[in-house]
């Protein structure tokens, strides 16, 4: 086999990879979030009923990392994803546009409502706060 033989087959073989990709990356999915609970620890969770545009998902999204002080992803489809900050800002909005390498990750309990609250309940309630004077801001105590 020749190297320009060995050049246009992979050539072929990158378009049919991009190919497969965007079909896949084109089937809708059921929109979700990602909390990460503590480094390296992500959890799923639906979205509520009721909140149906993209606009109010990002306001629940928001919100719920504000509440918990988490880094939280909104994810809206296989390309589009909103990461907002543990203090509820909007901080990063990723499009995936081609296929890039896989990242393994273990996944516990993955879009498990109670398992969710208890492991937010444990979370919040080993967490110390103090309020600063005169400021009203948080400070975090380990």
């Known amino acids: ?34 909390v990460c609970l503590v480094p390296g620890f992500f959890l799923g969770q639906h979205i509520p009923e009721g909140v149906a545009t993209p606009q ?6 928001s919100r719920l990392a504000e509440s ?3 880094t939280v992803w909104l994810i809206l489809s ?19 546009a ?5 990242n393994h990750f273990l996944r516990y309990g993955v879009l498990n409502g109670d398992l969710f609250q208890r492991a937010m309940a444990a979370r919040l309630s080993c967490r110390l706060w103090t309020r600063q004077d005169g400021t009203g801001q948080r400070n975090r105590r380990r």
Not at 14 to 26: G, K, Q, T
Not at 56 to 61: C, D, Q, T, V
């Open 1 to 34: 086999m020749d190297e320009a033989t060995i050049h246009r087959l992979m050539e072929e073989d990158r378009r049919d990879l991009v190919r497969r990709w965007n079909e896949w990356a084109n089937q809708p999915i059921t929109p979700h979030l990602i």
């Open 56 to 61: 109010e998902m990002e306001k629940y999204a």
């Open 68 to 70: 918990t002080g988490n």
């Open 78 to 96: 296989r390309r589009l994803s909103i990461r907002f900050d543990e203090d509820g800002s909007r901080r990063a909005v990723s499009e995936a």
């Open 98 to 102: 081609r296929p890039s390498p896989v």
